[in-house]
């Protein structure tokens, strides 16, 4: 959180979402700090995944961990696959995010988690969504307390009134940039392409979400 900002306000406890999402057949955690997060991941959900290789959705919130996490799972003999990496040919970096979809371990982030336990998100390429709804055998979801809304509608508007600002992030010369709001456009450079809802994970228990009481990504 930028200093200055005021905290957001989760529209329900995170303790009251990890209840909900537990019931739904996630898995959930919350970590009460930003530190807590990769010890969390370390002891409590590693564990249970027996993984050995694994790769991540493009996510500012997984971006504060990554530097950490990839040291600290490397040393526990964990490959990771990199569809990120720069410098890569996009068909190359297309084909890795293909992979990633055979991996044991996928990490991402989401664009909002409802109080009635969904989680929301809107991709450009799909791959992080393909992800969550099938392919790797664990999925771990990284929110923020910023990305707790009270339900569907307002998760919708929440993420069409932070897609601006992500097209912007990533550098694209869309409508929305200029306009600074959402104005559904056209554009071959679109990042607002695929809708998911996850109500929940199949198998019970494929999908841990690590709530945590700070605001990360956008």
């Known amino acids: 959180m930028l200093v200055g900002m005021i905290p957001s306000r989760p ?7 990890q209840t ?7 898995v959930a955690h919350v970590a009460s700090s930003r530190a807590e997060v990769v010890p969390l991941v370390l002891e409590r959900i590693l564990p249970d995944t027996g993984a050995r290789h694994f790769a991540a959705g493009g996510s500012m919130t997984f971006d504060v961990f990554k530097p950490e996490l990839l040291s ?15 410098g890569v040919s996009w068909p190359e970096l297309v084909e890795r995010r293909r992979a990633s979809l055979l991996t044991d371990l996928f990490f991402t982030g989401v664009n909002a988690v409802t109080a009635h336990g969904q989680l929301v998100s809107l991709d450009a390429t799909g791959n992080r969504i393909a992800a969550m709804l ?6 771990v979801v990284l929110a923020g307390r910023n990305k707790i809304v009270p339900d569907l509608a307002a998760a919708k508007e929440r993420v069409r009134r932070v897609a601006p600002l992500n097209a912007k992030r990533l550098g694209f010369a869309t409508p929305c940039v200029a306009a600074g709001r959402c104005v559904d456009c056209s554009s071959p450079a679109r990042i607002c392409n695929a809708w ?12 841990h979400v690590v709530l945590i009481d700070d605001d990360l990504g956008l």
Do not use: Q, W
């Open 11 to 17: 529209a329900v406890p995170l303790a009251t979402l």
């Open 20 to 26: 909900t999402l537990n019931r739904h057949g996630f």
């Open 72 to 86: 600290a799972l490397a040393a526990r003999g964990l490959v990771y696959s990199d569809n990120h990496e720069p």
């Open 134 to 139: 099938f392919g790797p055998k664990h999925v």
């Open 196 to 207: 998911a809802v996850v109500e929940r994970p199949f198998p019970a228990g494929r999908i």
